[in-house]
């Protein structure tokens, strides 16, 4: 059995929880611990304990510490990324490159530890010397989503320990064997205090809420469910703990008269059926202009078509399973519904056989929908394309913008005008002009407005504004 990691121990939990390949059914990747609110609470105290010694870490000391993170992940990366295509799904291309991301991540908040300024104000008082300096938050919650089983737990947890700050990490259920590798990782080649990073493997229900609850949680910050993060954020607010939400997005895609139509049909293809479409990122309404209209539906009909649905492991699939019977079950309920409002389904939408028993799904394009389907209101989570005819540039614009989610959107167009134009307008968090909607740099800030985001962004130098608090200090220093 995989154990949790409490106070710098291995502690078996009150049950266990089966992790299943969803590729092959028969496959089990391993019986993984479920904490009690006992041990989750035990974790969040060795957290609490540990906070004083991670802030008065030196700034080398977590720098060295996260490289190493970071050197190890990246010497693994084929033993690990194997590992997550057995887990989560993804075709096994994009699982190594996934935890190339997450040692890359720990490498460059290694340097993030280094470059933690602050800065002196000119006073307005005759001597006074005013002082801004950013300060470890103490004990933070990491709650962390199925789709990303490496990559997200880093670009929290990196952060997290960059600013000196002590974690208690709470993976999903449904593929826990990457952050327990992870885990595992950084317990031993770390060297951090004990008590300065908690695994917490277990329900939602009891070691999230035991997270959200804890007045000795400083910080929790949270990727999945908008409706599991609302709550959340109440728990949070109503103890004045700081908060950080990632959760859903219904993201669209523009495709403009003058787009190239073969660049165009890679885009939509690439950003909204890879990663079977398990994606917050994922394009999953493509927004068409009137004149390239029928020939983009033709083309991305013609290709779709030919992926090839299959297991992770095979070099020769593009698209792999959805991670459950339950999310399988969620994608053939939003397809038997789209058609049930109309929509045209021009290819795919069938759950498949395979050598293997596991949770294959053909990918799914709907043309003739419109902006009130459920199709293109809900998140699907899975490989479900929605098209929509737009008249013209500022049409599909409304279409756009016509959500309450606002993580990422994309257009595709030749036009500089309508290109920036569309940066002006939209009101994604992320933007993307001739590039898919999923796929971003762990450089660069990364969030959205409206109910797929709350909270100060993640990612690069901006990851700081949520894993450290800010102090001004006055100092009136006197005569010599």
Not at 265 to 272: E, K, R, T, W
Not at 416 to 421: I, K, N, P, Q
Not at 424 to 442: C, E, F, H, Q, W
């Amino acid at each position: 059995m995989y154990r949790n990691y409490i106070a710098g121990e291995w502690v078996e939990g009150e049950a266990t929880n089966r992790n299943i390949n969803p590729s092959d059914t028969r496959d089990i990747i391993g019986e993984y611990a479920l904490a009690s609110a006992t041990q989750a609470d035990a974790a969040i105290r060795a957290a609490a304990d540990a906070a004083p010694a991670c802030a008065t870490a030196t700034a080398e000391q977590r720098s060295d510490a996260l490289d190493r993170i970071g050197t190890t992940i990246l010497s693994r990366q084929q033993e690990l990324g194997e590992l997550l295509s057995r887990e989560e799904g993804k075709p096994l291309a994009e699982g190594i490159g996934e935890v190339v991301r997450a040692g890359r991540v720990f490498k460059y908040f290694a340097g993030e530890s280094l470059r933690m300024g602050g800065e002196r104000l000119p006073p307005v008082r005759p001597g006074v010397e005013v002082d801004v300096t950013r300060h470890p938050v103490g004990a933070v919650g990491v709650i962390t989503p199925w789709n990303f089983p490496i990559a997200i737990p880093a670009w929290k947890i990196a952060p997290a320990l960059a600013y000196g700050n002590s974690v208690v990490f709470k993976p999903a259920g449904l593929a826990p064997g990457c952050a327990w590798a992870l885990a595992e990782i950084i317990a031993e080649t770390a060297g951090l205090p004990a008590g300065a990073f908690n695994l917490v493997m277990g329900s939602g229900s009891v070691v999230g809420d035991r997270l959200a609850r804890s007045p000795q949680i400083d910080a929790l910050t949270f990727t999945g469910s908008t409706a599991v993060g609302r709550g959340l954020a109440v728990l949070c607010a109503e103890r004045g703990a700081k908060v950080q939400l990632e959760m859903g997005g219904k993201n669209p895609l523009i495709v403009l008269d003058d787009a190239d139509l073969e660049q165009a049909v890679q885009i939509a293809v690439n950003g909204g059926l890879y990663s079977t479409g398990q994606r917050c990122t994922a394009s999953s309404r493509i927004i068409v202009e009137a004149g390239i209209h029928d020939r983009f539906v033709t083309r991305i009909r013609d290709v779709v078509s030919q992926l090839r649905v299959g297991h992770a492991l095979e070099a020769s699939t593009d698209i792999g399973p959805a991670i459950s019977e339950e999310q399988l079950n969620q994608d053939l309920h939003y397809i038997h519904q789209a058609r049930d409002e109309g929509a045209k389904l021009e290819c795919g939408g069938e759950a498949l056989r395979r050598e293997t028993p596991g949770y294959y799904l053909s990918p799914a394009i709907f043309s003739e929908t419109t902006s009130d389907m459920t199709l293109n209101r809900e998140e699907v989570f899975g490989p479900v394309l929605g098209i929509i005819r737009a008249n013209d540039y500022d049409q599909a614009l409304e279409f756009a913008n016509g959500t309450e989610y606002g993580l990422s959107s994309g257009i595709c167009t030749r036009s500089l005008a309508h290109a920036a134009d569309f940066r002006r307008r939209s009101k994604a968090g992320m933007i993307m002009v001739n590039l898919p909607t999923a796929g971003v740099d762990y450089h660069a800030p990364f969030g959205g407005t409206g109910a797929s985001s709350y909270g100060p962004r993640e990612q690069g130098a901006h990851a700081r504004q949520f894993f450290t608090t800010t102090r001004t200090s006055y100092m009136a220093p006197g005569d010599v």
